[in-house]
């Protein structure tokens, strides 16, 4: 019986070594990026003065990194799959996202879950994919960059992931902004570190800007900890309109535009629930932009066979513009769920 304890205690202390020497690694090897740095903005082949009384299309669509096409689930969500099966199936969902956008013909392009290095994608850098499948310029900021995580069981390993933009238009400058982190220590040494992505255009012949963010904001926390990065990008949207500049936050929000519920309810408690957005969450002079009558987003408690009342819905991706801005049409752009857990927002929209 002795010997019994004695093999016991072995592994114990084998396997507390051993957690405490990952922690030691991923805190050597955290990502700790300032509050705000200058990224790299590359021009494409176009790369046009933002002009008022212009009419522009834009795009927003969270990519799923290429692996949550319609035949997967997801095991935060309530699934069990971890990543893709095969190299295959990412390359097929990356060539029928980028042939939906290229359709699109937009000016200006966010994507959110875009990674450039990463084990749960086979290592494929998408944003280079993107980039010059759209032949467009682009802004990359990192919001997952940890050499392995070690959940779940297999783990995902090692992440490289962020927000991509991609424009037609000449950006002066583009930064990445830092949100409130919503993990606590040891978890957020391996877990993502949510940010904005802000680019300032030049308007032609003027002195103000339109200022482009792209984001995608916390999912699995409090809504507390939501409301506070909502908080630091409403602040800066509104500091920026006292500027005289024009502004448009797009991307994935993670909470419900107002009176999605009424389209999509809630019909299962034990699928991930969104929080909601509010007209009284916005300053003055902003408003949220997106399509009521198209779900953005579906529930990855399952694979996906083409039968929306066996899933929860969202209305979960779109904008908030400024009150300088004319918006032409929002809409949702249904490729039912085939390449991604998310779908296309496109918005019209005209500075005046």
Known sequence: ?????????????????????????????EYRPADVEV?????GVRHDFVQTGKTYHIVTLNTGYGGLDRDRD??????S??????????????????????????DLVLLQEVDVNSKRSYHIDQADYYTRGLSMG???????????????????????????????????????????NAHPWPISLANLKRVLLVEYLPVDESDRKLVLINLHLEAYTSGEARQKQLDVLLDIMESERKKGNYVIAGGDFNANFPGAEDWFPITDENVWTPGD?????????????YDPGVPTCRSLD??????????????????IVSDNIKVNGAETIDLNFLYTDHQPVAMDFTLI
């Open 39 to 43: 990224v790299t903005a590359t021009a």
């Open 277 to 289: 957005l509010s007209p009284d969450d916005l300053p003055d002079g902003f408003r949220f932009v």
């Open 74 to 79: 997801f095991f935060m969500d309530g699934g």
């Open 302 to 319: 399952k694979a996906y066979l083409g039968n929306r009342r066996e899933h929860v819905m969202y209305v979960i991706d779109g904008y």
């Open 138 to 180: 682009r802004a990359f900021a990192y919001n997952f960059k940890v050499p392995f995580v070690p959940f779940p069981i297999p783990p995902i390993g090692k992440v490289e992931s962020g927000l991509l933009t991609l424009s037609n238009l000449k950006v002066e400058e583009a930064q990445r902004v830092s949100l409130p």
């Open 81 to 106: 799959e971890v990543m893709p099966e095969s190299r295959d199936e990412v390359e097929e969902n990356l060539a029928g996202m980028l042939s939906a956008l290229y359709g699109q013909q937009a």
């Open 1 to 29: 019986m002795r010997g019994f304890f004695r093999v016991l205690l072995t592994l114990l202390i084998i396997i507390v070594v051993a957690a405490a020497a990952l922690v030691a690694w991923l805190w050597i090897a």
